[in-house]
Structure formats: C-alpha cells, structure tokens
RNA sequence: GGGCGCGUAGCCUAGCCUGGAUAGGGCACCGGGUUCCUAACCCGGCGGUCGAGGGUUCAAAUCCCUCCGCGCCCGCCA
C-alpha cells in the first residue's frame, strides 16, 4: 500500500471531506462496538490511494490487538456499524481490513469543481508566512556546463518551484566563487596578451569558432592552465599572489568582468532550460563588507579556537560529530587570509538573517563541508541551521564523475544541439503542416523537456549513469511523453471550441471506470505537491505527471470526447481538468506547455 | 581505516521518512491495435532470492545489527 503522500489533507484537496467522512465514521462505529479509536489513531493508520480493495483501508490488525479482539471480527463489526454516507460507495470488511470506496460521482463532482476553480493554483498550498531561499547551482565560473552541475541546477530550480507551489515565498540565489583559485586561474591567464600563453595552453586553446558562447571562449585554456601550474613553480606563485589581492581587495580590474562573462554564457544555457535566478551572490562581497572578519573576531573569540605555531587559526570541532580526522577546522591562514567555509559561514549567517528557511543543494562531495559550516555557525552563535539537499553524481559509462579536466564531461550545450536535432526530426516526421518558426519552438520545447525530465525522473540521492541513448528517449518515462498528453488534450479541447471555459458538468454521467481512474489520480495532486516539498522529493512530482500522462492516455483510447453523446460536455470539462492539473505538474517541472506536437 | 550515500527483473526506476492485503512504472523482447478526438499513443505477454545473513513484529523492500559490493569525502583547496 503506498502511504507515501499520506497527509493531513487541505481545503483544496478533493479527497479532504472523504477523509473526514470516515474519520469520524470509524469512531463513531468503535463507540458502538464497544472499543476506543481515538481520531488520531485512525488517521495513523489509515491508508490512502492504495489498497487492492478500494480508496482507503484501515487495516486493524494493531488496533485488534490493543483492544483484546481478533482482527478479522473487529473489521467486520466496524463495516457493520459504520454510519451509512452517501460520500462512500461501499464500507465493507476483507479479513483485517475495512476498505472504503468513494462514491465516484462524489469524488468527481469535487475534485473537478476544485480543479476547474483554482486553475493554476489547483495543487497549491495556503500562502505561508515563512520566507525561504534556495541557494543551487552556484557553479564555479570557470567554463560550460556539464551535465554533472545541470542535475543540480534541475533539482535547485524544480525544488524551488515546488516550494512556491506549497505557499512559501522562494528567492533563489547562485553564489559566485571569485575568490578561489580557479576563478583566479581565468584572471591569470586572459590578463596575459595571447602571444605570452605557455604553448601547451595556447594549443589546448585552439580551435574556437566564430561567435563562440563566452564561457566556451573563455574556459578553453582553463583544463592547461590547471595541467600548467602543477608543474611550473613560478606560475603558480603568480596565480597565489592573485588570490592573496582578491583577499586584500584590490584585484585586477578585469577579475569580476572576466567571471561576469562566463557567467553570462552559462546563464544562457540554463534559461534554455528554463532556469534562471532571482539573486546572485558573490562571495567577495562579504571579504569586502567586513563581515567575514567579523565572522573570523567570533572564531579567535570562541572557547574552541586554537592558535597554530604559523599563527593560523583553527576551530576544535570535536564534540560537533565529525568525522574524528575532521575535529581541527581551520578558518584562517597563517598569513592571515580567510578560507571558503569561513566566507560561507558569513553568506549563511545573511541567509538566515534574511529568510525564515535556507536550504542549499549540494552535491554529495561537499557533504562534509555542509556538516563543517554546521558546526561552526553553532560556534559562531547561530542558533538557526540551513538544510541541505545532497544528491549524487552523474558518472559516465567507463566509470568516474563527469571531469572537465579529465575530459569525460558532457557538455550542456552539446547535449542540447544533439536533442534539438532529433527532437526535429521527430516533429517534421508526422507534422508536415507546421511553419519553419513552430517547429524550431516545439522542437526546442520536446528538446529541454527532455533533458529536464530525464535528471528529475531520479531521487537526488540516487547515483545516475549518464547514457546519451538514455538523456535523448522521448518515449515512455519522458519528458515528450507527459508534454504529448497535455498538447493531446489540449487538441481535443480545440476541436471543442471549449480551450476556454466555463465547463458545466453532471459528474453522474462520468461514470466509465477509466473515467474514475483518471479523476483518482487528478484527486492526489495536491497531496504529491505537498510530500515534495516537505521532502525534496523532486522526482516525485515527475512521477506523478507520467501517472497523470499515462492515465489520460488510456481514457483517450477506451473514450470518445467529442464524438460522444449526452456526456460530451461533461467529458470535455474532464479533459480541461486534465489539462489544468497536467499543465501545472509541468510548470512545476520546468517543461514547457506545448499546444500541439 | 572513519563518515555519508547507494544496491529492487537483461537495463533504468517508484515504493523506504510514517511496517500492512497479489512490490508499481519505463526500456528492451514477443504478439496485437490507426476508414474514429494527434500512434511521441494504446492493449496483451515475458521477466522479481527487493545485495547477503541475522533480529524486532501478528506482519519487513520498508525498522535495528552484521557483512558484501559500488560511489563520494576525510587540504592552511573550493
């Protein structure tokens, strides 16, 4: 039985009065029988959406065993004396079980009036009080994209949209790193005239186009220029004197404009995706502010910090469940610079000033890093904690995480090309009729669904092996497949001339069996959006569009819509229901609404 | 070595938080479906020691312990 999005339901939740209904049912047919069933107790274990037997089962194999009964003569007596309610179909007792079916004209005449009433809002939250930001992607700006950083880009974005929907206000943030080494390394290396490039990086850097993306034009020479310093002493002193300016806050003019510009090609290819940011951070900004040093007068001043013989500074963090080698944490150079976490404790100590809830998506290498920045903003007086989304890498085939320098990435903007190309393809094969314009946008659209659905299919904390045959499938378990559903219905409604409501309806007459599967799973929306955001479990609300998708489809092959007689009007506000409830599944997603295909 | 995560049919995956009645999908494979609202679809079939062992429980894919395999992390890097 799957109890997975078992909640408290809410006012726009169809099943909310069924639930009630027999909630309150149930205790009072224990009265009856003689035994105490406290609403809470029921609610507990009472399952819903699952059961072979009906809508909900309230299996009572526990509560025969408190009440000194046997279960089996317990769920009987409880189905025999459950108040009749024209809500339910049928109460009946299988072995343990007591199974209740909804009657479904009930539940169809509710969940479509919801539905139909709230639009976009349908599977939405109340409007919360909370404030939250989410913090993702925050790639390093040093060249393109691979696949590997977009799944935290998919997960960061889908999860905020997600929060949206259950009523938090969300501001997400990418947080720029222009202090390290490796934006240091682009600064190094384009602020020398090209003629001066190290050979071997000057040939690496070889073959660019014309009107090549910035962050492909400027992260060319970046995979030499790492391979270059391990083995030249003198560069790398040059790069480390960059960075130490960067501390002092006097870089190089070029340094941000430089980071900027790859950012800028980066951002261009997350917006094909439908990604983009409402707030950019950067991390200089909190050396420059002063607050990292005041971050770092709180470290010096707590009780476990520890000065190194160099004059470096360090936390003991033994007590904060580390790992025992990671119980030395040091937060300042010898020299007197400071380090990344301390610089992120300063970012997160304004995150959690700003906003009522930070959550950061990480990927499973920073995981200690996370726990580390945990305990020192305990140390640092912060009472508040961010959350963390962790999910893991793609590899590729041959084995190993997808490396720029290592050469085993896939980029971004290829994986793009090549689904555009087939996606192409597929449209000019069965629409002949399109304009040249059309089928660039829905090939555009099936392309980015694609690719979207295909990282967001899978639990964050599931490892995924990236598989070109796998990323470009169009079929079954894909993004095409639930855009093809909604363009499907959409198709019908226009041939209806009824794209456009109102949708008048007698639920009486939507009665085919394959009618009561597609309005059940239209009924759990809500529910699903709700578990996705109390769990980041993204994926979920991915799983739930191909339910939906899947649903649709079958109704559409055992049911005529238009053709049909006295129930066409009635099957037509079904399918603007399906439309509206399929429509919002993808906006949370990501994946564009596409009228025809 | 320690910490964290993962292990479900040939391949991919849901369910694990909150134990409950025949473990749900997809790909591949086999067999069907288009004078009918879009076949990126639908119907049927095939395929499962839920990594292994033990424990708790009336009941374990789900909770606990041990083990095995895989990945990541364990820098005065980010």
């Not at 035994?35 to 025969?64: I, K, M, Y």
């Not at 001043?301 to 904060?320: F, K, L, M, Q």
């Amino acid at each position: 039985m799957d109890r997975s999005e078992a909640l408290p339901s809410g006012p726009t939740d169809p099943w909310d009065p069924i639930v009630k209904v027999v909630v309150a049912g149930l205790v009072a047919a224990a009265t009856e029988v003689g035994v105490a069933l406290p609403a809470e107790t029921v609610r507990a274990q009472l399952a819903l959406d699952g059961g072979p037997q009906g809508d909900l089962a309230l299996p009572l194999h526990r509560l025969a065993q408190v009440a000194g009964r046997p279960a089996n003569s317990l769920a009987a007596e409880l189905a025999a004396h459950f108040p009749p309610s024209p809500i339910l179909s049928s109460v009946v007792a299988t072995g343990a079980y007591v199974n209740f079916v909804a009657d479904s004209a009930r539940l169809t005449q509710e969940t479509l009036d919801l539905v139909l009433a709230h639009g976009g809002r349908y599977g939405s939250g109340p409007a919360l009080p909370e404030t939250a930001c989410v913090e993702h992607t925050s790639a390093n700006p040093t060249g393109p994209f691979h696949i590997g950083r977009v799944r935290n880009a998919i997960i960061g974005d889908t999860f905020a949209r997600i929060l949206r929907a259950s009523g938090v206000p969300v501001t997400t943030q990418y947080y720029i790193d222009d202090m390290g080494r490796q934006a240091a390394m682009i600064t190094w290396i384009w602020s020398k005239p090209r003629a001066e490039w190290p050979d071997p990086i000057r040939r690496a850097a070889e073959g660019e186009e014309v009107g090549e993306k910035p962050d492909r034009h400027r992260g060319r020479p970046y995979p030499a220029v790492s391979a270059y310093l391990k083995e030249h002493e003198e560069a790398r002193e040059e790069v480390a004197e960059l960075v130490r300016s960067l501390e002092s806050g006097e870089p190089p003019a070029r340094h941000r404009a430089l980071a900027q510009e790859i950012l800028d090609g980066m951002l261009a290819s997350l917006a094909r995706l439908s990604i983009s940011f409402d707030e950019f951070v950067w991390e200089s900004d909190f050396v420059k502010d002063g607050s990292v040093e005041r971050v770092l007068e709180r470290l010096r001043g707590s009780p476990h910090a520890v000065r190194e013989s160099n004059g470096a500074w360090a936390i003991d963090t033994t007590g904060y469940g580390l790992p025992k080698e990671s119980t030395r944490v040091v937060v300042q150079r010898g020299n007197g610079t400071s380090l990344y976490v301390t610089r992120d404790v300063a970012y997160h100590l304004q995150k959690l000033a700003r906003f009522g809830r930070v959550v950061d998506v990480l990927g499973q290498d920073h995981q200690l890093h996370a726990r580390t920045l945990d305990a020192l903003l305990t140390e640092v007086g912060e009472a508040r904690r961010p959350s963390f989304v962790i999910y893991q890498d793609i590899t590729v085939p041959e084995g190993g995480r997808m490396s720029t320098r290592g050469g085993s990435a896939v980029w971004l903007d290829h994986l793009l090309e090549e689904a555009v190309t087939r996606a192409r393809g597929e449209v000019l094969a069965r629409r002949e009729d399109l304009a040249e314009a059309d089928v660039d946008r829905i090939a555009e659209s099936v392309a980015t669904g694609a690719i979207r659905y295909h990282i967001v299919r899978v639990a964050p904390e599931k490892p995924v092996v990236f598989r070109w045959e796998d990323a470009l499938s169009f079929e079954g378990r894909s993004g095409p497949f639930v855009q093809y559903a909604y363009a499907r219905a959409s198709s019908v409604l226009r041939k209806g001339e009824a794209l456009r409501g109102p949708y008048p309806f007698d639920a009486r007459l939507l009665r085919d069996p394959e009618e009561a599967a597609l309005v059940r799973v239209l009924a759990r929306f809500p529910r699903v959006v709700a578990y996705a955001a109390r769990t980041a479990h993204v994926h979920a609300v991915a799983g739930y569009a191909h339910d939906v998708a899947d649903r649709f489809n079958r109704f559409y092959h055992a049911v005529p819509v238009l053709k049909s007689g006295e129930e066409r009007t009635s099957r037509i506000a079904l399918v603007a229901a399906v439309r509206q409830t399929l429509g919002n599944a993808l906006d949370l997603l990501g994946l564009a609404r596409l009228e025809a295909m």
